[in-house]
């Protein structure tokens, strides 16, 4: 039977997947993805790493629990300095019926439900559009369903929203 457990980023607890606050430091664990529980007695000879990328890049990228290491990111706004904490998951819906902050973009009349989607990609993330009044990247125009790559340093335009990109 395969277990599952939210791993606290601060101090490595494997915690119940129910649990919103970890066991043991009481970190905010609400945003972790479950995991597959590590088995202890786990024979490393069974790791077999991603040979379509040269060893180092792969070598840094592995650890012991086989998962990729990718920075948090958030969004802060240009006018107000409100920052978006956008969870490791792999999927975040942003709009006023969004995963994140529905009351902050419930005070524009442009932003729409669903107005976009960060995705966490092998690499980083990507932004892909679903609104009627437009996502912007670094200024250039998403159509609806096109998706752009988005890392610390670009700007990120939700209708009338703009939002610096930076790493936690």
Do not use: W
């Amino acid at each position: 039977m395969t277990n599952y457990v939210k791993v606290c980023e601060i101090c490595g607890h494997e915690n119940n997947v129910s649990y919103l606050e970890c066991e043991d430091c009481s970190a905010d664990i609400s945003y972790v993805s479950p995991t597959q529980e590590i088995e202890e007695e786990k024979d490393e000879s069974s790791i077999v790493p991603d040979k379509s990328r040269d060893d180092e890049e792969s070598a840094n990228e592995f650890q012991s629990n086989n998962t990729v290491l990718v920075g948090r990111i958030k969004l802060v706004a240009a006018k107000d300095n409100f920052e978006v904490h956008v969870p490791v998951k792999l999927e975040t819906v942003l709009g006023r019926e969004g995963d994140l902050c529905n009351d902050y973009f419930d005070q524009s009349n442009f932003i729409s439900r669903r107005h976009s989607t960060i995705r966490l990609i092998s690499d980083g993330y990507s932004i892909t559009d679903h609104s009627s009044n437009g996502t912007f990247v670094n200024g250039k125009l998403l159509k609806r369903g096109q998706s752009a790559k988005i890392k610390a340093g670009d700007i990120v335009t939700l209708a009338d929203i703009e939002f610096l990109i930076e790493n936690l």
